[in-house]
């Protein structure tokens, strides 16, 4: 028998070098030091990341390329060899480590490349779980508080929902992680509820306890104890709102017996903690709405919220939506392209970018695209629509307005646009790193609208985003890229008019048709393809004779 199969195995199993990722991955906001994002020590000090729980990217391959040890049935070659359990053969050390690299696909830049696309995969995401410390706070955390009466120590809690809607008063804050809220009080007589409940009361959340900075203040020695007195903990600093007026100093609960009303509840609290490095908590301002309210205001609604904001940020920011590839959820970038697809102006406002359509609380689309079209985000596919009303117009003109709709203000240049591949592309003169959307001509389109006695003949009320992303890099850390983009219309159709006839004025008349606009994202990655070379060609250095009497059956090149 001849040895084959060992050999490709060999071959993998000799040096190989190293590729380690230099961008930092969860530094998504250039000036801004991103909270549990421990390479991020361009905006972070390191002061501020001691206080973090480092967040590790996901990889999700294992760098062994184990495979069941019955696949390799010959091996004769002396050699390390790792049997993990189950009787899996690994691969130690691999000489071939552009094999685990993701191939590039062509960016996409025809029609017709749309047509023949591949399979897709999905990635599971998992979470972390942040453990207590106690020299300084990290992310995560409760934070301590010390209450006036007998210096009992407690948590800070942020009200929140339950299993049903009502408020529970017993959910901590988490160190680092903004939070908000909202969840509802009942009432079974207002005057009572007005001199006796606590959670109507501004003090409940300002008054009578204060913040412990650091849980280094809880770390004392014998039988001494924190003391609500110390200077070192935090007072809250509370500032009230009166019916949305700016008041002096913030008032408890009075019932008006009068106008039977309740004056001074509290309708929403908003904690913002500063926090400075491993110093912990520096100071605590707390805005609260108080507002006058009647019987018929239960149950009431509450709004609760904590922001944690360093004290060392400063300077601008800028959003990313990845780094380097794509993450789910966070929007496309966008810039506006001249013709050929050279990026002109970087667009910051993900809601003017390719965007779709969003209806008004009246379902109609609204007028001013710039504040209420929904960004397209990373690997979200969504459809949406809304209304529109027809005008007296020539079915012509009714087309270019829904045309304008549809495709929203960054088409409505003379130019076209363009997608960042990663997640974080700013730089508008490398080329090479936008994808050009490839547009439907709407000109063209528009020719063959033609306007019959009941309605208009090919109308186009849909419109579609595909958009192409494939994993680049590591297949134990891929970064998704975008590589192609199409904009296209949906089916021309018959619209038909709802009255008809020389006293039928459709402006007045109020008739609304539906249009709609959707994305779809898919995933064209090629797999990591297993190269293996050649098969060496043994060089037989035999007798003649040697296989003799077999000789005319073994062929041997
Ligand atoms: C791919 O990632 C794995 C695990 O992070 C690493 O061990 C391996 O060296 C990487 N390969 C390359 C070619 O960078
Ligand atoms: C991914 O998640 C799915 C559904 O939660 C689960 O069935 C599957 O086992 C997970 N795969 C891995 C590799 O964890
Ligand atoms: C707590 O205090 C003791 C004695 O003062 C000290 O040795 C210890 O390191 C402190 N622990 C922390 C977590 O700061
Ligand atoms: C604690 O603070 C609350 C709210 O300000 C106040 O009503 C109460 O009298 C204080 N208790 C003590 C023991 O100082
Ligand atoms: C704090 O209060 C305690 C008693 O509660 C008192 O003995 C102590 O002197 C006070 N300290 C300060 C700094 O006021
Ligand atoms: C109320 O106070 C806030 C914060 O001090 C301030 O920004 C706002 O302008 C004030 N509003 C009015 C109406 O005075
Ligand atoms: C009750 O409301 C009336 C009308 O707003 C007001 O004139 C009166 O002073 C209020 N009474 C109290 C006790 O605040
Ligand atoms: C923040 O911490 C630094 C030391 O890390 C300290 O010098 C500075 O005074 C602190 N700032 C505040 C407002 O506490
Ligand atoms: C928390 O909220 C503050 C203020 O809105 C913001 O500056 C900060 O980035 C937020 N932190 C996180 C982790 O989202
Ligand atoms: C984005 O990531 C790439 C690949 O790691 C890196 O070369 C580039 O510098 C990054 N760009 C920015 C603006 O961080
Ligand atoms: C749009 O057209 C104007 C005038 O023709 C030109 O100055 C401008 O650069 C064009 N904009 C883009 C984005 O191509």
Known sequence: MMPTCEIIYILLMLSCVLGQRTTCFCDLNIGLCDVNCCCDTEDCSTSDIETFTCLVPLTNADTLHCVYDQVVFVNNIAQTQTV?????????????????????????????????????????????????????????????????????????????????????????????????????????????????????????????????????????????????????????????????????????????????????????????????????????????????????SFPLTQQFAINFVSIQNTGTVLQLSGNPGYLVGRPLLTAVCDSAGVPQSFNSNPNVGVTLVTPTATGLCSASEALTRQAILFGQDQTTGCMTALSTSTCQQIQQEIFATLDGQIFNQNGSVCIGSYGNTTDLTSTADWTQVIKADSESILISVTETNTGCQNMILSSVYEILFANAGNISDPQPKVVGARYSYGNPQFLQFRCIGGNCDRGTNQQRVEISTSVTFIDISETPVSLETQRPTIEAKLPNDFFSPFKDSVPVN
Do not use: W
């Not at 007998?150 to 992680?177: E, T």
């Not at 079974?188 to 009361?201: E, G, Q």
């Open 84 to 296: 993990r359990q189950n009787g899996l053969f690994c691969i130690e050390v691999d000489n071939f480590a552009t094999r685990n690299m993701y191939t590039s696909p062509a960016c996409i830049s025809s029609d017709t490349c749309f047509d023949d696309i591949g399979q897709i995969y999905f990635y599971n995401v998992s979470t972390n779980v942040p453990q207590a410390t106690e020299s300084f706070y990290q992310s995560g955390d409760i934070v301590y508080t010390i209450f006036n009466n007998s210096n009992a120590q407690s948590m800070l809690i942020l009200p929140s929902s339950g299993v049903s809607n009502v408020c529970q008063d017993n959910n901590p804050v988490k160190y680092l992680s903004n939070e908000s809220n909202s969840c509802t009080r009942s009432s079974s007589d207002l005057m009572t509820s007005c001199n006796t409940d606590y959670s109507l009361d501004f003090a409940f959340y300002a008054e009578g306890f204060k913040i412990v900075p650091s849980p280094s203040l809880l770390n004392l020695t014998g039988n001494s104890e924190i003391l609500f007195n110390d200077t070192e903990l935090v007072s809250i600093s509370a500032s009230c709102t009166l019916n949305n007026i700016n008041t002096t100093e913030c008032l408890s609960p009075v019932y008006n017996a009068t106008t039977t009303q309740c004056e001074n509840v509290v309708t929403s609290a908003t904690y913002t903690i500063g926090t400075n490095g491993t110093n912990g908590i520096s100071s605590v301002d707390l805005q609260i709405d108080l507002s006058m309210i009647g019987e018929a």
